[in-house]
């Protein structure tokens, strides 16, 4: 299979480049995979999990939320607001966050900016949580 | 001659105690810059590649749907100003003041957006109209307060109270030298460079799903409080690298006062022993 460069970079650090085969991401739209030689494209990227089929067929995973995604020339490059590989993902502190974003919203007083921001916490956590290890609760499939 | 030893001996001594607090700062200057530039340097990449896929798309966009993305004639300006919150840095906030009034120069209609305890004082001083105060603390400045400033901006972008945003911080180059920089933020058309330029040539099409505005309505809010956040690091660890290397100089120079000072004392003590002397010679003889 042709492979092309992906560049992955974050806010917090150069993360990723190198030769891919695939990356299937969620956007604002809906899943979107793309392979090499894809035509000129830009979109926004939603919250979910992302699957980078390396060059040699390796599938690796990552939490991908935020940023945008754009293929300009046959270069594609994703810019997540974060981006966290599927072993590097804390756990305990995703759980903690779900735990603290749910009891939050609990609170029916709870006023509309608050709430979209305990929801928006509590959804993140939970792609934290998808993308770890094997369990697929809230993965791709 | 015991008058002046004895004022020249205190001169030594506050001398010496200045020289104390600037060599502390320099220290801890030095210590927190060595984190404050890793962190400016991880999140360097992301707005050099940030910024050079929006210039692409910039120049390559015909598509002027979203209201982030095309040109205005609105001439209202909105300056982010990101300073210190505290002096005794060098030069590194009244170059930036400098830099901006160089910058502005034949504007009439700008507001500021100050980060920085500096930033807010100087504006106010200057009756410039500010935008808000709330950001007053660049140190304490974190990610969702970029999320929360960059979706300020947008909000009175696109209610039209602004035409143009312009940001202006301190690039880091080295430990020992930071310059001001200006970049512009929106509308991504002031993004344009001529290189780009298709003279009647066939236009390169970009594929927006589901269309451009949501695209931009969703990114330019995350390109904001990412070049931001980005920025505010790497404005923060220039801070720090002028302080440090300000400081440095001044306990360099409080060095060589007290070198001066304890030469001059000396020299007062051993004229004051050798008049002595010849007082009791003189006695003596006579």
Redesign the interface.
């Known amino acids: 299979m042709s492979t092309y460069h992906l560049q992955v970079v974050s806010m917090d650090g150069d993360v990723f480049e190198g030769e891919v085969q695939k990356i299937l991401l969620r956007t604002i739209d809906g899943d979107v995979e793309i392979l090499a030689r894809h035509t000129d494209y830009c979109t926004a990227i939603g919250m979910g999990t992302a699957r980078v089929t390396m060059e040699d067929g390796t599938v690796r995973k990552a939490a991908c939320i935020g940023g945008m995604l754009s293929v300009l020339n046959g270069a594609v490059r994703v810019l997540p607001t974060t981006w966290e590989w599927s072993e590097e993902i804390d756990i305990e502190r995703a759980k903690a966050a779900k735990a603290k974003a749910e009891e939050r919203l609990k609170d029916q007083q709870l006023d509309k900016e608050a709430r979209i921001r305990a929801e928006a916490k509590l959804y993140r956590a939970l792609v934290r949580i998808g993308t770890h290890g094997q369990n697929e609760k809230f993965g791709n499939e | 001659m015991a008058g002046s030893m004895k004022a020249v001996k205190l001169r030594i001594k506050s001398v010496q105690s200045t020289m104390q607090i600037t060599k502390a700062m320099q220290l801890v200057a030095a210590s927190k810059l060595r984190k404050a530039k890793e962190r400016a ?3 360097k ?2 707005l050099e ?2 910024l050079s ?1 929006l210039t ?2 910039a120049n ?1 966009n015909n598509d002027f749907q979203s209201p982030f993305t095309k040109a205005t004639d609105n001439d209202k300006w909105l300056y982010v100003v990101i300073a210190g919150d505290r002096g005794l840095a060098g030069g590194y906030n009244s170059n930036l003041f400098k830099f901006m009034e160089h910058e502005t120069k034949g504007r009439s209609d700008i507001t500021v957006l100050p980060i920085g305890k500096k930033s807010v004082e100087y504006f106010k001083h200057r009756h410039v109209p500010l935008f808000t105060e709330e950001y007053a603390e660049v140190a304490k400045v974190n ?1 969702s307060d970029c999320f929360q400033i960059a979706k300020l901006i947008c909000d009175a972008y696109s209610s039209g109270k602004f035409g143009h945003i312009f940001l202006c911080y301190t690039n880091f180059i080295s430990m020992l030298s930071q310059v001001p920089t200006a970049s512009s933020l929106l509308p991504l058309s002031d993004l344009k460079t001529n290189e780009g330029k298709t003279d009647g040539k066939a236009r ?7 269309d ?1 505005e ?2 931009f309505n ?2 330019v809010p ?2 904001l ?2 070049i931001l ?2 920025s505010i690091n790497i404005s923060y660890a220039s801070e720090l690298a002028a302080r440090r290397t300000a400081m440095e100089a001044a306990t360099d120079n409080a060095e060589e006062m007290i070198e001066t000072l304890s030469l001059n004392y000396n020299r007062a003590r051993q004229a004051s022993i050798t008049q002595e002397i010849t007082e009791i010679v003189a006695g003596a003889e006579s």
């Open positions: 340097d991880a999140s990449p992301y590649t940030m896929t692409d798309i390559s990610v390169e099409l970009i594929l927006y799903e589901p451009s949501t695209v969703a990114v995350e390109y409080a990412g956040y980005t």
